[in-house]
């Protein structure tokens, strides 16, 4: 969480510097948890949720914090971390689909998981939350009704470019799906359609756009960060047309997007729906 949203940089005079700096951690508490209070409810509900799972049992059985009576931040971060070899473990080590699948579960794809791949599964729930959260992230960067997006994300075997689909189509715009892999694929779409808007990895899309002559609205950088290099971003604009907007997007597969900019490019956020812990 970057601390300049959240601490109010006007600090007042202080003659003493282990004061001020007492102060600083106090405000900085405070408004963390003025953050966080609005969202502390469904952080308490998946635990309640997660505390009934095999593997979470298990997991948090030596913890002096029950993890369905968490209460405060405090006592959340008392709780073990997970790790992704221990999820790998769980689920390629049973006999079975492992313990995070249910009769619930209408698809699945795989995540990298040491040298090899893990299945993830997902309910239709998992499925419209992750997308409504895409959705309102896109239309924050200025994607909407009518809009032709080229996709350039793969579809299989992850669940990327399947998630940026139907996220795209919670704005009301129009997916074109060209996927990864085939560039002279991707450029006969991005010359057959009128394109507005291009995700998936810039350097992939920049490829594209050189034999396509694109000219976006919006370019949505995923998988290669733009953020830190103004000079790689500015480069993208001008490849793709003199867009608009260029930023970056990050997401999970085991929790869909993370963090994303708007059309400010000032930097990407949570947008309100992740506890980040650090």
């Given at each position: 969480?970057?601390?300049?949203?959240?601490?109010?940089?006007?600090?007042?005079?202080?003659?003493?510097?282990?004061?001020?700096?007492?102060?600083?951690?106090?405000?900085?508490?405070?408004?963390?948890?003025?953050?966080?209070?609005?969202?502390?409810?469904?952080?308490?509900?998946?635990?309640?949720?997660?505390?009934?799972?095999?593997?979470?049992?298990?997991?948090?059985?030596?913890?002096?914090?029950?993890?369905?009576?968490?209460?405060?931040?405090?006592e959340f971060q008392?709780?073990?971390?997970?790790?992704?070899?221990?999820?790998?473990?769980?689920?390629?080590?049973?006999?079975?689909?492992?313990?995070?699948?249910?009769?619930?579960?209408?698809?699945?794809?795989?995540?990298?998981a040491g040298d090899?791949?893990?299945?993830?599964?997902?309910?239709?729930?998992?499925?419209?939350?992750?997308?409504?959260?895409?959705?309102?992230?896109?239309?924050?960067?200025?994607?909407?009704?009518?809009d032709l997006v080229?996709?350039?994300?793969?579809?299989?075997?992850?669940?990327?470019?399947?998630?940026?689909?139907?996220?795209?189509?919670?704005?009301?715009?129009?997916?074109?799906?060209?996927?990864?892999?085939?560039?002279?694929?991707?450029?006969?779409?991005?010359?057959?359609?009128?394109?507005?808007?291009?995700?998936?990895?810039?350097?992939?899309?920049?490829?594209?756009?050189?034999?396509?002559?694109?000219?976006?609205?919006?370019?949505?950088?995923?998988?290669?960060?733009?953020?830190?290099?103004?000079?790689?971003?500015?480069?993208?604009?001008?490849?793709?047309?003199?867009?608009?907007?260029?930023?970056?997007?990050?997401?999970?597969?085991?929790?869909?997007?993370?963090?994303?900019?708007?059309?400010?490019?000032?930097?990407?956020?949570?947008?309100?729906?992740?506890?980040?812990?650090?």
């Open positions: 969480i970057s601390t300049r949203k959240y601490v109010n940089a006007q600090q007042p005079p202080q003659s003493n510097a282990s004061a001020t700096a007492r102060e600083t951690e106090t405000k900085m508490t405070t408004n963390i948890t003025d953050l966080y209070g609005h969202r502390f409810e469904q952080l308490q509900e998946q635990l309640q949720h997660v505390s009934e799972n095999a593997f979470y049992q298990e997991l948090y059985g030596s913890s002096t914090v029950d993890p369905a009576e968490v209460s405060s931040l405090d008392e709780l073990p971390f997970v790790t992704t070899g221990q999820l790998s473990d769980a689920v390629l080590g049973a006999d079975d689909y492992g313990p995070f699948f249910d009769t619930d579960v209408n698809r699945t794809y795989v995540t990298p090899g791949l893990m299945p993830l599964y997902y309910t239709q729930d998992d499925w419209d939350r992750m997308t409504d959260a895409i959705g309102s992230r896109f239309k924050e960067i200025g994607i909407g009704d009518g080229l996709n350039t994300i793969g579809y299989t075997p992850f669940l990327a470019g399947m998630l940026m689909h139907d996220g795209i189509t919670k704005t009301g715009a129009v997916p074109v799906p060209a996927g990864a892999g085939d560039s002279e694929g991707a450029v006969g779409l991005a010359e057959l359609y009128d394109i507005d808007a291009a995700v998936g990895f810039p350097s992939y899309i920049e490829k594209v756009a050189k034999q396509a002559d694109l000219s976006l609205d919006v370019l949505i950088s995923a998988g290669e960060p733009v953020i830190y290099y103004p000079e790689r971003r500015e480069e993208l604009r001008e490849v793709v047309g003199g867009a608009d907007t260029v930023v970056d997007i990050y997401g999970l597969a085991a929790g869909g997007t993370v963090a994303a900019e708007d059309d400010s490019e000032d930097g990407e956020d949570d947008g309100g729906d992740t506890i980040i812990d650090i």
